[in-house]
């Protein structure tokens, strides 16, 4: 009854890093005063360095610091600025804050998940978009606010949600020519 | 150089005042002038980084760099008008300033000595233009304590922060005051917490500083995780030191020689202002050892915390900062007794903190004369929503919220009516009309069934649905709250489901009467503060706006088919 797919699900097949990732981690690692304490910061120094932190990355520091991996999944699992899932090329942040929702937010993001046809969280197909709810960037004054990566957009409408996208999708052709 | 003492630390003071003469307007014999430009995160993210170079391009092609002088400062407040730039000593304010306006201001304002009309605030009511800061209505009834170097200095340039009397205050307590005298100043000022909780500062600080351990801790809580306010990453990019020096005065007085900023790693801005601070700060001696030339020594470390809005709950905040999960414990003990890996640590917010070296330096009489009976000094409101001057405003306390929202933030825009204000955060409460005239303290916010929380302050209008807010407000408790307590993780969810089966239209009497209990239920049952005040804000819509749960169930019968359901208990009465 058990097929192999099933397995699969099971042992998620990763993405092999190049050995200078883990060394670069390692020495960060090796660098502290202590671990004692140190698990949230070595995980934003590997999330830092992987983009995301996958359970080959996560055993790498539960070994290496000598602590159970149910202790630093327990951590990774707790905190919304952990990922364990690779994100797109361009992360597209709505902010979700108040200020934001009273000026409809929630219509924005309701428009990228249609355009993009993916849910918050999610990554497109073609790995270029992620979309990501945010809490206050701090910017209310400009509110409702979308994020792409560093870039800021304020006072956007629901009618720019198409126009943001193609900006990007621009780009991402321009570096396939 | 290392300053040792407070003739040093005075040397440099009168050596760097010409930095900042222009803007005291203390200078009256150059020709110079200072460009002020915002670079908090609002103006920043509209480009003010881009003008602050095209501004300095300009000058130096006209060979003017060394005359004007481009400085980088804190938000201004005034967010909304955004990006803002001060010309001093001419006192000239220009709002929204493009890219391409930067060329208008150097050749016209600075080269002419003309004013560049087009950029200056026209009063929305008056449509007139209005010049300076001072003559602004979302100004005059601002008092800006915490919030004083603000827009005024640059942040990252510790010798500004001198010239303006920065480290003082230390200087003062390390080498003229005792611990208990300190202590005492900050317990007269009457200063209370200003992360929420209200609890007095000197009394925090006296409590840890009784403790006997060897090792004790000072921490400032910079998680500020109330979505839609944003005053404590304002103070921390605008005028970073002020807390730092707080932070070592607070250590001192409990006898910590270690200090913690615990802030959210998406606040990039405010994390490199911060890094930079720490830097300049031992440069000179004002942190690590021997400070003052005294045996004191303290330093202080940042730790990330990672997008959980528990963790800035102090018992949660410790355990994150040990990195473990952010997990509340049952409190006592308190952190104050036990705390960072079992020492008495003191927690406390970054805009307390900020109110410190002034409350040392202008004294506690000084403080005290500001505000209310009951809560003294002035609040730093994170002013959003349906308002026509969104912004950062710091008021004294006992003004009312009529003031604020109209005077200050200059009202509703598009004509539309007022029809609430949300203060306190998710686990605050809606304020109406009949509320307005409340003066802003602690205690009658909560009389009337709010709280000042950190203070962020929401308008609504009346396009708004307060059943939606509610739902709003418990979606992200929802996803927030830890999971670590049963009322916290399934009540909230329950909560969340039931409003979202009323917004859908779903909903019957017994569903409403249902939230209700539920509401009262969670708020008593849970383990911390955040699903204790979770349902506020739908015990305090059902209160106010009673008739939109009702509109959304308006035709529906009990589901039994007996008539009209009537409600159990009648909302408001049992608290
Ligand atoms: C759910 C929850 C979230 C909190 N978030 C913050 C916060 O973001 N910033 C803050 O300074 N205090 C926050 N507090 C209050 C802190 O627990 C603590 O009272 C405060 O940091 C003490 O500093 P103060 O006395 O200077 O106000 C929060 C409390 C709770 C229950
Ligand atoms: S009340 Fe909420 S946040 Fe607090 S411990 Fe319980 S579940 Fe966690
Ligand atoms: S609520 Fe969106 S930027 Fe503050
Ligand atoms: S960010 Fe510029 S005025 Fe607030």
């Known amino acids: ?177 | 150089m290392q300053i040792r003492s407070l003739e040093e630390l005075n040397k440099i003071k009168q050596k760097s005042a010409g930095k900042i003469a222009l803007r005291l307007h203390r200078d009256t014999t150059t020709t110079g002038k200072n460009i002020l430009v915002c670079g908090g995160t609002g103006c920043h993210a509209n480009e003010s980084d881009k003008i602050i170079k095209i501004l300095e391009a300009l000058l130096k092609s006209r060979g003017m760099a060394e005359q004007v002088k481009v400085i980088r400062t804190g938000c201004f407040g005034f967010c909304e008008q955004g990006p803002i730039i001060k010309i001093e000593p001419d006192n000239v304010f220009y709002v929204r300033v493009g890219l391409k306006d930067a060329k208008a201001i150097v050749e016209e304002h600075i080269v002419n000595g003309r004013w560049v009309e087009r950029l200056l605030y026209e009063d929305p009511q008056k449509k007139e233009k209005v010049n300076t800061q001072e003559e602004m209505t979302f100004y005059k009834k601002q008092l800006r304590v915490a919030l004083r170097n603000c827009g005024l200095i640059n942040p990252e340039d510790i010798y500004e922060y001198i010239a303006v009397g920065g480290y003082e205050a230390l200087g003062k307590a390390l080498t003229q005051m005792s611990r208990a005298e300190v202590i005492e100043i900050v317990k007269k000022s009457g200063l209370r917490g200003r992360g929420g909780g209200g609890f007095p500062t000197g009394l925090k600080w006296e409590i840890t500083s009784k403790q006997e351990d060897e090792e004790k801790f000072i921490i400032c809580n910079a998680d500020e995780g109330d979505p839609g306010a944003f005053m404590d990453r304002s103070i921390l990019e605008g005028d970073p030191h002020s807390v730092i020096e707080a932070m070592a005065i607070g250590a001192y007085a409990i006898g910590a020689d270690k200090g913690i900023v615990y802030i959210r790693a998406e606040y990039p801005l405010a994390i490199s202002r911060l890094t930079t601070a720490l830097r300049q700060a031992r440069e000179l001696g004002v942190l690590g050892k021997g400070i003052f030339g005294t045996s004191f020594n303290f330093d202080v470390r940042l730790k990330y915390g990672a997008g959980a809005f528990v963790c800035g709950e102090e018992t949660a905040l410790i355990n994150s900062c040990e990195g473990k999960r952010g997990e509340p414990n049952y409190k006592p003990p308190y952190p104050a007794e036990e705390g960072y890996w079992g020492h008495p640590t003191c927690v406390n917010n970054v805009e307390t903190f900020a109110n410190i070296p002034v409350i040392m330096t202008r004294g506690a009489e000084w403080f005290a004369s500001i505000g209310t009976e009951k809560s003294k000094g002035t609040k730093v409101f994170a002013l959003a929503g349906k308002i026509n001057n969104v912004g950062l405003v710091e008021v004294p306390m006992g003004i009312t919220f009529r003031e604020i929202i109209f005077d200050i933030g200059g009202g509703i825009p598009h004509g539309k009516k007022f029809k609430a204000v949300q203060t306190g955060g998710p686990s605050g409460g809606v304020i109406t009309e009949k509320g307005l005239d409340t003066p802003i303290d602690y205690d009658s916010l909560l009389e009337i069934g709010s709280m000042m929380g950190s203070g962020g302050m929401i308008v609504m209008d009346e396009d708004d649905n307060m059943v939606n807010i509610a739902k709003f407000y418990l979606e992200f408790t929802m996803d927030e709250a830890c999971g670590r307590c049963v009322p916290g993780r399934i009540g909230t969810k329950r909560l969340f489901e039931m409003l979202h089966k009323i917004t859908s239209g779903k909903a019957t009497m017994a569903d409403i009467d249902a939230l209700k209990q539920l509401a009262y239920m969670v708020k008593d049952s849970s383990l911390c503060g955040l699903c204790q005040t979770a349902p506020n804000p739908v015990i305090s819509t059902m209160k106010h706006f009673w008739h939109e749960y009702l509109a959304f169930v308006e035709d529906v019968d009990h589901p039994q088919g007996e008539g009209r359901y009537i409600p159990k208990n009648k909302i408001g009465l049992k608290s």
Not at chain 1, 42 to 55: C, D, E, S, T, V
Not at chain 1, 93 to 112: H, L, N, Q, W, Y
């Open chain 1, 1 to 177: 009854m058990t097929k192999p797919q099933e397995i699969d699900v099971m042992e998620p097949v990763e993405q092999e890093f190049p050995k200078e990732k883990y060394d670069e981690l390692e020495s960060f690692i090796n660098s502290l005063e202590t671990t004692k304490g140190a698990l949230i910061e070595i995980l934003h120094k590997a999330q830092h360095i992987f983009g995301y932190l996958p359970r080959d990355v996560q055993l790498f520091i539960a070994r290496k610091l000598g602590i159970p991996g149910a202790e630093v999944y327990g951590v990774v699992s707790f905190y919304s600025y952990f990922t364990t899932k690779p994100s797109g090329k361009h992360t597209i942040s709505v902010c979700m804050g108040t200020a934001c929702f009273v000026r409809g937010a929630d219509k924005i993001v309701e428009k990228f998940k249609e355009r993009l046809g993916i849910e918050s969280n999610e990554t497109t197909e073609d790995g270029l978009f992620t979309i990501k709810d945010v809490r206050c960037i701090g910017a209310c004054g400009l509110a409702p606010v979308v994020m792409v990566d560093d870039k800021v957009y304020g006072r956007v409408k629901v009618e720019d949600v198409d126009d943001i996208i193609n900006i990007y999708r621009r780009k991402g052709a321009e570096v396939c020519r």
